[in-house]
């Protein structure tokens, strides 16, 4: 079944994404993201599996938006958060509040990245 990829829908399945504590799949009837438990998964001209996400996956994007920065002392600075170990996301999160511009990009390159991630995923759907 073919269906609009509005944003609504696109926000929808970026947020099942990361919410790595649950299966999602995105019901192509209702338009909308539903627990994969509770679905017969089989009926795949109805259902589709979101794409997945994880801590690597998770990772790899901030690595490529550290990489990206312009400014040297912030790239730096979130390297090395980045590389130190345990508690990386946390730890990057709180580096990133410490200044509200690079927050601020990296929230946008994260949004643009994950909405076109779900726009890869649909072009192959049809």
Request: net charge neutral; hydrophobic share 40%.
């Amino acid at each position: 079944m073919k269906f609009e990829l509005t944003d609504e829908i696109r926000n929808s399945i970026v947020f099942a994404m990361e919410d790595q504590g649950n299966s999602y799949v995105f019901d192509s009837v209702d338009l909308k993201t539903v627990f994969s438990s509770q679905v017969d998964t089989k009926d795949k001209d109805r259902y589709y599996k979101i794409p997945t996400w994880d801590s690597i996956k998770g990772f790899k994007l901030m690595e490529r938006f550290i990489s990206l920065l312009r400014n040297p002392l912030a790239r730096e600075d979130l390297r090395s958060v980045l590389f130190a170990g345990k508690g990386v996301f946390r730890n990057c999160k709180n580096a990133l509040h410490q200044d509200p511009e690079v927050e601020k990009l990296w929230f946008s390159f994260k949004e643009k990245e994950m909405k076109q991630i779900v726009s890869n995923w649909y072009d192959v759907l049809l």
